[in-house]
């Protein structure tokens, strides 16, 4: 007898705590929900909060963080709330949904690089992210984070041109245009450099049969653009090549001016321009403002950011999340926004005292350069870009 009475004890000693358990871990609406909203709100020899003083910041996944109810641009975190990476099977769009990249050569992986690939699978999500390589590829512990990372990731193998039309492309940055052109016209997809980091979902963008952005200093960039396949548009650019070295033969002129120039006079050419939203700011135009100053990205795709024409901040490049976190420039969100999927500044839990918001962000304004407006004010179609704001301005 005394056997069966301490089996029912037992068994219901198990029963109590099970339902503790439950209610401990779900303690949303039970009468415990003020004990674990304490503990889960108070910082080491801190005032707890209450629930009046935060609020919840409805663009942020983590249940880690809070936005405190006087914060304009940072947040409260336990631990940093860093985005899961992910991919997706996206059909709709002229244009497929598959990044790419290309590496010539070999080299190490750096900071920025990682950032910008992490981004597309973050705040993007592409069905595949093709890497397309040219000799041994990159190397170091964050190219190998990245294989493991991303599960859509593919390494393809390929002959980087050398020649166009019997013509000899005369540096790396020609060798890396031609390749990318070719890529996108025969697969179609989104091109991005490595040190370009994607904002947000570029699928407003797949239903156009090709886009590209002004640079802000001669014409557009080809560092990120969008292509379906047999582009008629990519196609001519091609098509431009043949006659290089009668005319400027650099990177910059087809690269950039000619398909600009393009814009203009083929209006038989389907392409869909973003003023502000690709590559400004960027860190050939802005310089040093990228990592000193901070804009107003709210509106764009991407920052392109250019790490070689800012080599005197290019510590700053190598920052990983704990650092860059807390860095209030233009770059520090866009990296931001990779990492944790938001632009606002970071702080842990314990650094109340030194939590801040953000400065004011500049507005984005477009300047054409002078010798692209003198070569275009006579054609009937050039619209004055001297100055072109967004709505932000």
Known sequence: MNQRVKIICFLLLCVFLCWSAFNVTDFEGTRFEHVFADLRTSSKGQQPRTQTEVVNDEKLNSPNCI??????????????????PACRNNTNGLVPNIVHYIWIGNGTLKMYHYISMLSVVTNHKPDKVLFHIDGAGPQGDLWLKLIEQIPCLEIRKFEAPTHIYGKKLNDIYMRTDVARFQ???????????????????????????????????????????????????????????????????????????????????????????????????????????????????????????????????????????????????????????????????????????????????????????????????????????????????
């Not at 936005?67 to 899961?84: G, R, T």
């Not at 070295?245 to 001016?257: H, M, N, P, T, V």
Request: charged letters at 30%; proline letters at 6%.
């Open 67 to 84: 936005k405190p109810a006087n914060a304009d641009s940072y947040i409260i975190c336990d631990q940093l709330p860093f985005q899961k």
């Open 183 to 393: 890529i996108l016209h025969q697969q179609g997809g989104i091109y991005l450099d490595s040190d370009v980091i994607v904002l947000k979902s570029l699928d407003p963008l797949r239903k156009f049969p090709f886009t590209m952005g002004y640079n802000g200093v001669k014409g557009f960039s080809n560092g990120a653009f969008l292509a379906a396949p047999n582009s008629p548009f990519l196609e001519e650019l091609l098509n431009g090549y043949k006659d290089l070295y009668k005319k400027e033969s650099r990177a910059l002129y087809f690269g950039c001016i000619r398909p600009r120039t393009l814009s203009l006079t083929r209006k038989d050419l389907p392409i869909h321009v973003e003023e502000t939203s690709m590559h400004r700011p960027n860190g050939w135009v802005e310089k040093e403002s990228i990592v000193i100053s901070s804009y107003d990205l709210s509106d764009n795709y991407m920052l392109h950011i250019h790490p070689r024409n800012n080599k005197k901040y290019k510590g700053f490049f190598e920052w990983g999340a704990d650092k860059i976190r807390v860095h209030d420039s233009s770059y520090g969100a866009a990296a931001r926004a990779s990492f944790f999927g938001t632009r606002d500044l970071v702080f842990l839990r314990g650094e109340e005292s030194l939590a801040r918001d953000r400065k004011p962000r500049k507005p984005i304004i477009l300047v054409a350069h002078d010798t692209i407006r003198k070569s275009e004010e006579n054609l009937p179609e050039f619209r004055d870009l001297t100055i072109v704001k967004n709505k932000h301005s």
